[in-house]
T-cell receptor, first 112, second 118 residues
Framework: DTAVSQTPKYLVTQMGNDKSIKCEQNLGHDTMYWYKQDSKKFLKIMFSYNNKELIINETVPNRFSPKSPDKAHLNLHINSLELGDSAVYFC???????????FGAGSRLTVL | AQSVSQHNHHVILSEAASLELGCNYSYGGTVNLFWYVQYPGQHLQLLLKYFSGDPLVKGIKGFEAEFIKSKFSFNLRKPSVQWSDTAEYFCAASRPMNYGGSQGNLIFGKGTKLSVKP
């Protein structure tokens, strides 16, 4: 029943590791997003994909690489994790042309 | 740069009290405005939105917000809160795509934590 689901919900890892967060939506939306919520609670867009094509790429280190195998999935892969990557990462989706986003529950990444 | 400000970091109320959470945005011109709520351990959920028309917007769970263009504000209100309203509330703004905005690029405030005492 979950509209936008992310896995894992919690992820604890060491500096330098590579990790992925997966996102899937079953709403029939064609646009998906990754947002990052930092320790000060600011939510900021990182990427958006429309029909598997990248349309927004904010100033994000190239250690972050989104991958969209199809319209219903947008995964986030992070290489060489750093302490500053610790945050909650939210996936979201919407219909093309609509500014109303449906969010997932977030994935809390802790880098030690 | 465009920004959204929520002045209250943490609000504590007793049940049945009235609620008003402040939100100000820095966009000039046409803007889309949103309030999202995040209950503990759950996803961000849309409470209400304003795109155009009547500046008094009604949302789910008895919430409403008023868009006051002259004050660049979009405050959230509820006449009588319940314990189940305990959550984090986020105000967000975006430029509509037909006014040069990027789809889905919402600028969020830092959130206001609401604690309702039973």
């Amino acid at each position: 029943d979950t509209a936008v689901s992310q896995t894992p919900k919690y992820l604890v890892t060491q500096m330098g590791n590579d990790k992925s967060i997966k996102c899937e939506q079953n709403l029939g939306h064609d646009t998906m997003y990754w947002y990052k919520q930092d320790s000060k609670k600011f939510l900021k867009i990182m990427f958006s994909y429309n029909n598997k094509e990248l349309i927004i790429n904010e100033t994000v280190p190239n250690r972050f690489s989104p991958k969209s195998p199809d319209k219903a999935h947008l995964n986030l892969h992070i290489n060489s994790l750093e302490l500053g990557d610790s945050a909650v990462y939210f996936c979201a989706s919407s219909l093309s042309g609509a500014n109303v986003l449906t969010f997932g529950a977030g994935s809390r990444l802790t880098v030690l | 740069a465009q920004s959204v400000s929520q002045h209250n970091h943490h609000v504590i109320l007793s049940e049945a009290a009235s609620l008003e959470l402040g939100c100000n945005y820095s966009y000039g011109g046409t803007v889309n405005l949103f309030w999202y709520v995040q209950y503990p351990g759950q996803h961000l959920q849309l409470l209400l939105k304003y795109f155009s028309g009547d500046p008094l917007v009604k949302g789910i769970k008895g919430f409403e917000a008023e868009f006051i263009k002259s004050k660049f504000s979009f405050n959230l209100r509820k006449p009588s809160v319940q314990w189940s309203d305990t959550a984090e509330y986020f105000c967000a703004a975006s430029r509509p795509m037909n006014y040069g905005g990027s789809q889905g690029n919402l600028i969020f405030g830092k959130g206001t934590k609401l604690s309702v005492k039973p």
